[in-house]
């Protein structure tokens, strides 16, 4: 009897599943137009009432802290992924595997905060990606240990010092996104009047250069994604040698964030799968703080305003995301007749 009813439970279950997986089979995929893809709540909030997102989906596989897309009734939706590589790469894999989801003509925005290069940004700054560069794919032998010539103990692995570009065995190293997608959104958004603080005004004074101690902007420039929050002059330069490196010469380093380079390759895993198009893939990072210090301070200070939110960077920052790509998103939605074969000429 114990293993008949065993057998049992076995072909109920296997039913339940048929059931289920038939189910979801015969449901017509919800196509969407936009996905945004933030990595924790204060990135997301910004988007929910200018977007009126106010419907809540459960995806299985989402983070236990935002288990949920929000969307509207215009086909836009918002996934709130987590923060860092792992639940990156997790959550966005999960929303695209998702049957009920049609992501065939979505295009896709990953926007999040970052820390800038005052060589290249303030606070509050809007920076479009053309590259993704991964710095945490390396060897590290400790300052105090490594050669005395070398002005880094990060190397590329199985090279033999900085300066050798690595071979891209891990194949998520450094990523292009699609040019004329990138122009579009340049194109939209360039104007778009940013929010500031009188917080970051006042501290973005202690650079005594452009563009770190004026106001912020939208510009396109690079950025690199790792999980480790690096700070100071010399990963700074580290960073710079490294975009350069990876990228031959042709991406400048700008931002530097923890997740682009694993949420791309999730896509990049669900776009070999037939589920959509890594071409309408479009990245937007705003500053929240500065990657390195002012003259006088120490790095440890710099890190330490930045990681307390002393900086004023942090709510413009946020705010600046739903500004910024929004104006992206608006267009593709009232355009869409026109967005849905590919980036309009016009």
Known sequence: MKKQGKTLVRLLATGLLALAGSAHATETPRPLKVLIISMFEPEAAPWIDPFTLTEKVRVPGLSPDAPDLRCNNDGVCLLTTGMGHANAAASTLAVTLDPRFDLRKTYFLIAGIAGIDPARGTLGTAAWARWLVDVG??????AREMPRHWNSGYFGIMTKGPGEKPKFDYRTEAFQLDEALLQK???????????????????????????????PRVTQCDTLAGD???????????????TRLLSDGQATYCTTQQEDNATYNALARAAAAGKLDLKRLAVLRTASNFDRPYPGQSAYASLMASSGGTTGGFVPATRNLAKVGGALVRDIVQRWSLWQDGVPAQ
């Open 228 to 242: 480790t929050w690096w700070h100071g002059h010399r990963l700074g330069q580290h960073a710079r040698d490294w």
């Open 137 to 142: 794919i390396a060897h590290e032998i400790d």
């Open 185 to 215: 959104a340049l194109a939209l958004s360039r104007d778009v009047p940013l929010e500031d603080s009188a917080e970051a005004r006042a501290y973005r004074k202690n650079y005594r250069w452009a563009p770190a101690n004026q106001p």
